[in-house]
């Protein structure tokens, strides 16, 4: 099934950039060569990579560069009671990610509208992090305190396909989706226990040895892209 999944993107990756798009006139000259774009996605799309900011560089009017960034961070802050007692403990969990992608299109355009499809490369780097202080993660304990610290690389390949249409000549709206071989790497991290009560170490600390994850993955299916060009 793996080799299945490669030869499939592989496929639509030399159809990409084989492929020759002959225009008609447009309404978007190429020599408005900015553009900025936002990106919504519907609450049913759960993809691991979901830009919300995208520049496009028009070369001409049948090609362009691109580039998206999208950055995630969340903090979830919980409070642990003792039992019977007035002792509070917390956990903090930080999670953040910052990707980015660079990638070329090539255009097909009409007087209104236009498809597009192309190949971009994503790159991201991020944490998951955990403190605790006075539980063990479950339960409050007044002598224990611990963190939990490992960074995270993403590295992939994405094809993409999608069209717009100019409501105005410096404003459209479209969609877009993709197929995307993805390389998460859990990088080496730390678990630090800090125990005062102990008779011995009181501080001890656990390296996280590196781990991969791959996989092959659907992106973009039904998202609302807005764009301005900049004249």
Do not use: H
């Not at 224990?144 to 993403?154: T, V």
């Not at 071989?181 to 656990?206: A, E, P, Q, R």
């Amino acid at each position: 099934m793996k080799k299945s999944f490669l030869s499939t993107l592989l496929t639509l990756i030399i159809t990409c950039l084989s492929t020759i798009f002959y225009s008609q006139d447009t309404a978007v000259n190429y020599k408005n060569r900015i553009s900025i774009e936002g990106q919504i996605y519907p609450n049913f799309n759960q993809d691991i990579y979901r830009p919300k900011i995208k520049i496009r560089y028009n070369l001409n009017n049948k090609s362009a560069l691109r580039i998206n960034t999208n950055l995630k961070r969340s903090v979830n802050y919980q409070e642990i009671y003792e039992v019977n007692g007035p002792g509070v403990g917390s956990v903090e969990k930080i999670n953040s990610m910052y990707l980015f992608s660079m990638g070329y299109e090539s255009q097909k355009r009409w007087k209104n509208s236009a498809i597009y499809s192309g190949l971009e490369g994503v790159l991201g780097f991020g944490r998951n992090d955990e403190y605790g202080s006075r539980t063990d993660s479950v339960n409050y304990v007044s002598d224990l305190d611990y963190n939990y610290q490992r960074p995270i690389q993403k590295m992939g390949l994405r094809v993409f396909f999608g069209g717009e249409y100019y409501l105005k000549s410096n404003l459209y709206f479209g969609t877009e989706f993709g197929i995307m071989l993805l390389k998460t790497s859990f990088l080496k991290g730390s678990y630090n226990v800090i125990d005062y009560s102990s008779l011995t170490s009181s501080d001890v600390t656990v390296e996280m040895p590196k781990s991969l994850n791959s996989g092959i993955y659907y992106s973009g299916i039904g998202v609302i892209r807005v764009g301005f060009i900049f004249k």
